[in-house]
């Protein structure tokens, strides 16, 4: 092997390779786990609270509401015969992996049927509640997510920290890309007789062939005194970015001194072991090569050394949290999100740390050593 091979010195001293390979695994894999619960914590959020807004979006009306369920019939994007009267929507919690989020249950006395099938729903199992009972279709990813089943019973009478006013009985399970579950029946309306017709003013709007975006811009130019409030994919959006940026600001700055923290302390470690052989680098002098020659060889060395273990680290980072998620997360219906840009980034950032604290101080020391002197013993 050649005097200056790269990988010679960490071949014939296997603990001391295995000692950074380990600290550079164990980073990455932090990274890549707090990367991963973020970017899980916001595609769950994404699923229960935004994607549904993609199809329809609610609208609040004040109590004398005749001149603005008017008006809002009369938009060009609004679809006349889907506009529908809803008495209740109501949000059950959902097991996030960072932090619980909510999901969508929609009271309607309209055809349950029509209002599954318009989301792109199916009943999965059992049947959709009757008109006049207490009862609930929920979508099966909650169901997996909150251990339930067809048949059980909740809400805040069976389980105190249920969010859901009252108790339903679960009839049916539906299946679908939007994750919402339907009812007639709702507690809160009971509990508020003076609503007409016990209706709270609320509505679901479907868009026209014009698209959910002309609709949405549609009714967000309403007034406060012709709405009390509007759920909207644009609103959503907003809110819910807020709430990860939030997460995301705090974790990138905590990521970036960990980055540094172990660029500086596999530097020192580094230096060590490089401080040990200043014999070997004054024999190479001495045979002919030039200190730009060490010096190249250090920075191969190094270089080589960090990129290999961080790219091994990150690979076997992402296998060991796709098998969590096989064995934890998505038989709980909360998958997690094993691939992330960010977790990339951070992890690429990994290798330069560790060239810049450990290649950079070993060359710096190796221009001002005089390696004849080394030989010599002085």
């Known amino acids: 092997m050649k005097p200056l091979n790269p990988v010679k010195y960490y071949r014939e001293n296997k603990k001391k390779a295995m000692l950074v390979i380990v600290i550079l695994f164990l980073t990455v894999l932090a990274i890549s786990a707090i990367n991963s619960i973020i970017r899980s914590a916001a595609d769950s959020a994404e699923t229960t609270t935004v994607q549904y807004l993609k199809t329809a979006s609610v609208v609040f009306l004040p109590p004398d509401n005749a001149d603005t369920l008017k008006k809002i019939e009369n938009f060009d994007s609004v679809d006349k015969d889907k506009l529908l009267k809803i008495n209740g929507y109501e949000q059950t919690y959902y097991y996030s992996i960072a932090a619980n989020t909510e999901a969508v249950i929609l009271f309607s006395q309209n055809s349950l049927s029509e209002l599954v099938q318009r989301f792109g729903l199916t009943v999965k199992s059992g049947r959709l509640p009757d008109s006049?009972?207490?009862?609930?279709?929920?979508?099966?990813?909650?169901?997996?997510?909150?251990?339930?089943?067809?048949?059980?019973e909740f809400g805040s009478d069976v389980n105190e920290n249920e969010w859901i006013e009252g108790r339903y009985k679960i009839v049916g399970s539906l299946t679908g890309n939007t994750v919402i579950s339907v009812g007639t029946k709702n507690h809160n309306v009971e509990m508020a007789k003076t609503f007409e017709d016990e209706w709270f003013g609320q509505l679901l709007i479907f868009p026209s062939s014009k698209g959910i975006e002309a609709m949405n811009a549609d009714i967000e130019a309403l007034t406060r005194k012709e709405v009390?409030?509007?759920?909207?994919?644009?609103?959503?959006?907003?809110?819910?970015?807020?709430?990860?940026?939030g997460f995301q600001n705090v974790l990138n700055i905590i990521m970036v001194i960990m980055v540094i923290a172990l660029g500086v302390s596999l530097g020192a470690v580094i230096m060590i072991a490089y401080n040990d052989r200043k014999g070997e680098f004054g024999i190479l002098?001495?045979?002919?090569?030039?200190?730009r020659e060490i010096r190249n060889f250090v920075c191969k060395e190094i270089g080589i050394l960090a990129l290999v273990a961080s790219v091994v680290g990150y690979a076997l980072s992402l296998a060991l949290l796709s098998l969590l998620d096989i064995a934890i997360f998505s038989s709980k219906g909360s998958p997690l999100t094993v691939f992330t840009p960010m977790g990339l980034v951070f992890a690429a950032l990994v290798p330069v740390m560790v060239f810049i604290f450990a290649a950079v101080p070993v060359i710096l020391r190796?221009?001002?050593?005089?390696?004849?002197?080394?030989?010599?013993?002085?």
Not at 230 to 239: A, F, G, L, P, S
Not at 285 to 291: C, L, M, P, Q, V
């Open 366 to 378: 190796l221009r001002k050593t005089d390696l004849v002197l080394v030989i010599e013993g002085r």
């Open 228 to 245: 009390n409030g509007m759920i909207t994919y644009n609103t959503r959006r907003i809110q819910l970015d807020g709430e990860i940026a």
């Open 132 to 152: 006049d009972k207490y009862e609930i279709a929920m979508h099966e990813v909650l169901l997996k997510n909150r251990g339930l089943k067809v048949g059980d």
């Open 285 to 291: 002098s001495a045979i002919g090569y030039s200190k």
